[in-house]
C-alpha cells in the first residue's frame, strides 16, 4: 500500500553525537523526499533522492537511498542543538506525497 | 525566496461552523496541495489540485470539504460543517511538478 515506515520514533542525543532515522517502504519507490519540521514549524524540504544506490550530503547530513528503492536514510554527524526537529521522509505516489510518522530528534547540551 | 503564505495563522471557531482557511502559492507553481497534522502526528496528505480541478483526494477529505482557486493567486480549503477532530494544523503547499514541495507556515485550526 501507500505508506512508509519511519524509525525510531524519537531519539535523544547528547550534542555531538550522531543521529540516523530510516523508512522503508514495501514497494519501489519512484523518489524520496526528506524534510525537517523545527518544532511549531512547518515542513521544510531538505532533499530528494531519485537514482538506486544514491548517497547525497549536505554539510553533516547524509542521505541514503537503497538499491532496491525501498529503504532511505538520513544520518547527522556530530549533532548541534540547531539540528532539532522532526525529520520526516516522504513518497511521492502520483499526485502527493505520503509522509513517514518522523523521527523527532531532541539535543543534549 | 519565494514563499507560500497562509492565512490566518490561528482560527478557532465553533463546531458545526464553516471556516475557509486562505492560501497564496508561489506564483508560477502549478500545483497545489492541502495537508493537515494533527498535534504530535504525522503529516497527512488532503488534495491536490491542478489546472483548475482535483487532481487526488484522500479518504479524509469527504463531502464536507472543498477547495477553489477562486482567482490567479488564491487557493482555499473551506470545512463546511466543523467537528471537533476537524482541530489540526493545515498545511497548503504548493509545486512545480512534484520535486520540491514548499509548505507554508500553517493555519491552526482550533474547534470548540
Known amino acids: 500500500g501507500q505508506q512508509v515506515m519511519q524509525i525510531p520514533q524519537y531519539q535523544h542525543v547528547q550534542e555531538g553525537e550522531d543521529f540516523t532515522t530510516y523508512c522503508n517502504s514495501s514497494t519501489t519507490l519512484s523518489n524520496i523526499q526528506w524534510y525537517k519540521q523545527r518544532p511549531g514549524g512547518h515542513p521544510v524540504f531538505l532533499i530528494q533522492?531519485?537514482?538506486?544506490?544514491e548517497v547525497k550530503k549536505q554539510k553533516r547530513l547524509t542521505f541514503q537511498f537503497g538499491e532496491a528503492k525501498k529503504n532511505s536514510s538520513l544520518h547527522i554527524t556530530a549533532t548541534q542543538t540547531t539540528d532539532v526537529g522532526t525529520y520526516f521522509c516522504a513518497a511521492e505516489y502520483g499526485n502527493k506525497l505520503v509522509f513517514g510518522a518522523g523521527t523527532i530528534l531532541r539535543v543534549k547540551s | 525566496e519565494p514563499e507560500v503564505t497562509q492565512t490566518p495563522s490561528h482560527q478557532v471557531t465553533q463546531m458545526g461552523q464553516e471556516v475557509i482557511l486562505r492560501c497564496v502559492p508561489i506564483s508560477n507553481h502549478l500545483y497545489f496541495y492541502w495537508y493537515r497534522q494533527i498535534l504530535g502526528q504525522k503529516v497527512e496528505f488532503l488534495v491536490s489540485f491542478y489546472n483548475n480541478e482535483i487532481s487526488e483526494k484522500s479518504e479524509i477529505f469527504d463531502d464536507q470539504f472543498s477547495v477553489e482557486r477562486p482567482d490567479g493567486s488564491n487557493f482555499t480549503l473551506k470545512i463546511r460543517s466543523t467537528k471537533l477532530e476537524d482541530s489540526a494544523m493545515y498545511f497548503c503547499?504548493?509545486?512545480?511538478?512534484?520535486?520540491?514541495?514548499?509548505f507554508g507556515s500553517g493555519t491552526r485550526l482550533t474547534v470548540v
Open positions: 503547499a504548493s509545486s512545480e511538478g512534484g520535486i520540491i514541495y514548499t
Open positions: 533522492l531519485v537514482k538506486s544506490g
